[in-house]
């Protein structure tokens, strides 16, 4: 598995006097860490026995260990631009969002290109986009590409679309497809590798700072560059942070493979975004009179799964519409008539977002090994009966959207993530968005949700030995400052909860809506710090 890497830490770490989330024991309180694997978890009076054979001794009191979590979908450099830059995703109002890109063009007057990213005009109560007019006055004529909070479309001025070959020049309303592809690559494009370099530090850092891991990198050369990838893999091997798994979402196997890539994977687009009107669906939209985009046909879906599977390189696509959903499953199947099931399970091909599904493609992903790469976040942002959702779709068919309950129950393997900058790195809210999904039939437990959230991004990059704290496993941990800890059945979705130690599960915190969600005190990858919490 093609993963950033360093060298492993030689001391050996003895953490006691807290919780430590294991299945090898659901009373552990501490756990030793030896050349960066864990070597033992057990109870306090036991660790006695190591205290005076390790390097050093972490009073955990009172904290929780957990597995560090992995987000299965990031775009790192975006994230880091979104996080150093113009961030709309929280403007109110179109006004609100104008006024912000004027006080940024303001601030940066040597940006060649100013960027921005977040808006969402169906949260406005103005209900539209910025213009190309107010856009031009608000930046004083300066080039400005403004993504959507999905990332799918854009609005931009005048003078990026001047530097921009392939952009029309008359356009106005938001870019999609070729256009949106043309003016982002013209604004990436005017990125320093110094800044592109101080963004995917950003990004790694605030990940380590909420407790992940692991990032799974989902590049493209329409969404990022080729050196862009490649730099940020050695950035994260040579620095301490998180573990960067990279996907290069191209139909060329090649080339996934020369640029150190997991999979030809990640975002290598079936479809849009229900947000830009581009996923592709079986009818048409609610508020609009037409079904969305279809870029890949099954046979192109069945080509890619074959040459993927023969060069032992993942496969994945970025699908979110029902009808883009069944293209997938189409040219999966037909991949397996000629490769054999066995070996197409083997490979844990990946389906991204994968909103739109029905119980026979859910059926179909069970069949064929897919994994869901899925985004609760999305569903706590755009669902509910007044969500974005709703509007593109119409109450009834936005219920259907996001059915990890029913994924699970069919052994669907799932892989939570952000799609950061489309929503925020936030793990924890992320289990709770799974736990408590706005339609009731789709939760899951919270001990389900943070599986999928911790190990269940370890196997989507085909690894069953990490994502778990037991000997032998990564020493990738994070510790915790939360409330009491609570046992949740197996079968439950948010009732019965228990502190009961005879249960003899390991507790999670009580992630009920309107609690305060853990903090992270330290971050741990491959036995070497990462993050520790100023004051800690």
Request: glycine share 10%.
């Amino acid at each position: 598995m093609p993963m950033s890497e360093s060298s492993a830490p030689t001391e050996t770490v003895l953490l006691r006097r807290g919780e430590v989330h294991s299945p090898a024991d659901p009373f552990a309180t501490a756990m030793v860490v030896e050349r960066g694997q864990v070597a033992w978890v057990g109870s306090e009076g036991a660790a006695d026995a190591f205290a005076d054979g390790v390097d050093r001794v972490i009073d955990l009191d009172g904290a929780l260990v957990t597995p560090a979590f992995t987000d299965a979908h990031v775009h790192t450099t975006a994230t880091g631009l979104a996080l150093t830059g113009l961030d709309l995703s929280d403007a109110p109002t179109l006004a609100a969002a104008l006024a912000r890109v004027r006080e940024f063009a303001a601030a940066r007057p040597a940006d060649r290109v100013l960027l921005g990213h977040g808006w969402d005009a169906s949260a406005w109560p103005e209900g539209r986009p910025p213009t190309r007019a107010e856009l031009d006055a608000a930046t004083g004529g300066r080039p400005l590409y403004l993504s959507r909070i999905d990332v799918h479309s854009a609005v931009v001025t005048t003078a990026l679309l001047d530097l921009a070959p392939g952009a029309p020049a008359d356009a106005d309303g938001p870019l999609t497809g070729d256009a949106h592809h043309a003016v982002r690559a013209t604004a990436l494009g005017a990125v320093t590798p110094a800044q592109r370099a101080d963004a995917q530090r950003a990004a790694l850092a605030h990940a380590a700072s909420l407790g992940i891991g692991t990032v799974h990198e989902c590049a493209g050369p329409e969404i990022s560059s080729e050196d862009d990838l490649t730099a940020l893999l050695r950035l994260a091997a040579e620095e301490p942070g998180p573990r960067v798994v990279g996907y290069w979402a191209e139909r060329d196997v090649d080339r996934a493979r020369a640029l150190g890539a997991a999979g030809a994977a990640g975002d290598l687009f079936v479809d849009g975004a229900l947000g830009s009107h581009t996923a592709c669906l079986s009818r048409p939209y609610a508020d609009a009179g037409h079904t969305g985009t279809a870029h890949l046909d099954a046979g192109d879906v069945a080509a890619h799964v074959v040459a993927c599977t023969e060069a032992g390189l993942q496969a994945g696509f970025h699908a979110i519409g029902d009808a883009a959903v069944g293209t997938v499953v189409e040219g999966v199947r037909a991949a397996a008539e000629k490769l054999g099931p066995a070996r197409v399970r083997a490979a844990r091909h990946r389906v991204e977002h994968a909103e739109m599904l029905t119980p026979e493609t859910i059926a179909a992903f069970a069949e064929l090994g897919l994994t869901a790469s899925v985004q609760p976040a999305f569903d706590a942002l755009w669902g509910g009966d007044d969500g974005m959702y709703a509007r593109r779709l119409g109450a009834d068919r936005a219920r259907t959207l996001n059915p990890y309950a029913a994924l699970l129950r069919a052994g669907v393997p799932l892989a939570f993530g952000s799609d950061s900058p489309v929503t925020p790195l936030d793990p924890w809210g992320t289990v709770r968005a799974a736990a408590f999904h706005r339609t009731p039939e789709h939760r899951v437990s919270v001990r389900a949700a943070f599986t999928a959230h911790t190990r269940g991004g370890w196997r989507a990059v085909g690894r069953d030995d990490a994502g778990v704290l037991v000997p032998g496993a990564p020493a990738d941990y994070a510790v915790w400052r939360t409330g009491e800890l609570i046992v949740q059945a197996p079968d439950d979705r948010v009732a019965r909860w228990s502190t009961d130690p005879r249960s003899g599960t390991p507790g999670l915190p009580d992630l009920t809506p309107g609690r305060d969600l853990p903090v992270c005190l330290r971050t741990v990858v491959g036995g070497r710090t990462v993050f520790v919490r100023p004051g800690e």
